[in-house]
C-alpha cells in the first residue's frame, strides 16, 4: 500500500504563507498522480492541486491559480504545496492523496490512497 504523511499545516494570517509536505512512504510509481485536496466544514473535499508523476506537468483548481504551487522531491519522496497570498476561505483540512487516474484529476474520487490531513487556519 502507499503510505502518505502530511506535514506543515498550522494557522496564518491573511496574506501569508505556508508549506504543506506529504511524505510517501513506500511509493510505488504505478500511481501516475499525486495531489493536494482540502475539505472545508460542511463542504465536499475538493481538488486543489496534483502533479503528474514522472513529468511536469500540473493541474491547479482555479481558485488557488498563481498562489500555491505544487512540486516533489524525487530523492525524498516528498511532494509539497507552497500556499501564498493564504485567504481565510483556504482554512482547510489539507489532504495527500495519490493513485493511478484515469479520469479527471481534481476528482477526489479517482484517488484511494490518502494521508491523515494536516489542518490549514488563515485569520
Known amino acids: 500500500d502507499v503510505q502518505l504523511v502530511e506535514s506543515g499545516g498550522g494557522s496564518v494570517q491573511t496574506g501569508g504563507s505556508l508549506t504543506l509536505s506529504c511524505a510517501a512512504g513506500r511509493y510505488t510509481y504505478e500511481r501516475n498522480c499525486m495531489g493536494w485536496f482540502r475539505q472545508r466544514p460542511g463542504k465536499d473535499r475538493e481538488g486543489v492541486a496534483v502533479?503528474?508523476?514522472?513529468?511536469?506537468?500540473?493541474t491547479y483548481a482555479d481558485s488557488v491559480k498563481g498562489r500555491f504551487t505544487i512540486s516533489k522531491d524525487n530523492a525524498k519522496n516528498t511532494l509539497y504545496l507552497q500556499m501564498n497570498s493564504l485567504k481565510p476561505e483556504d482554512s482547510a483540512m489539507y489532504y495527500c492523496a495519490a493513485d493511478r487516474v484515469l479520469g479527471w484529476v481534481l476528482n477526489p474520487r479517482e484517488y484511494n490512497y490518502w494521508g491523515q490531513g494536516t489542518q490549514v487556519t488563515v485569520s
Open positions: 502533479l503528474w508523476i514522472g513529468g511536469a506537468q500540473t
